[in-house]
Nanobody, 122 residues
Framework: QVQLVESGGGWVQAGGSLTLSCAPSGSSFRLNAMAWYRQAPGKQRELVAA???????KYADSVKARFTISRDNAKNTVYLQMNSLKPEDTAVYYCNADVRITAYSVFPGDYWGQGTQVAVSS
């Protein structure tokens, strides 16, 4: 069983920045294509960004030019740099492993982290 551990969430004022990290815990699981999803209260979970092992990225329109997904394969870690945060970015952010990325879509994988809360105040 793969366990993904997220870190880096917290509270920030609008316009601020946060960086989330995700890595597998206690296993030699190799991260393939990865993604960050988020779920706000009362809303469905939505894709934020995805990255292939080779570094090709996809973003939700709502975060383009503000968020950057990246990975360090040597450290087996994926990151989400979030800049110019807005109150509507408030959500629980989840790391997802083994996603499938096509030219038009991203399909979630089987492994999820426990989530990390991001709260942005106006």
């Amino acid at each position: 069983q793969v366990q993904l551990v997220e870190s880096g969430g917290g509270w920030v004022q609008a316009g601020g920045s946060l960086t989330l990290s995700c890595a597998p815990s206690g296993s030699s699981f190799r991260l393939n294509a990865m993604a960050w999803y988020r779920q706000a209260p009362g809303k469905q979970r939505e894709l934020v960004a995805a990255v292939t092992r080779g570094g090709t990225t996809k973003y939700a329109d709502s975060v383009k030019a503000r968020f950057t997904i990246s990975r360090d394969n040597a450290k087996n870690t994926v990151y989400l740099q979030m800049n110019s945060l807005k109150p509507e970015d408030t959500a629980v952010y989840y790391c997802n492993a083994d996603v499938r990325i096509t030219a038009y879509s991203v399909f979630p994988g089987d492994y999820w982290g426990q989530g990390t809360q991001v709260a942005v105040s106006s």
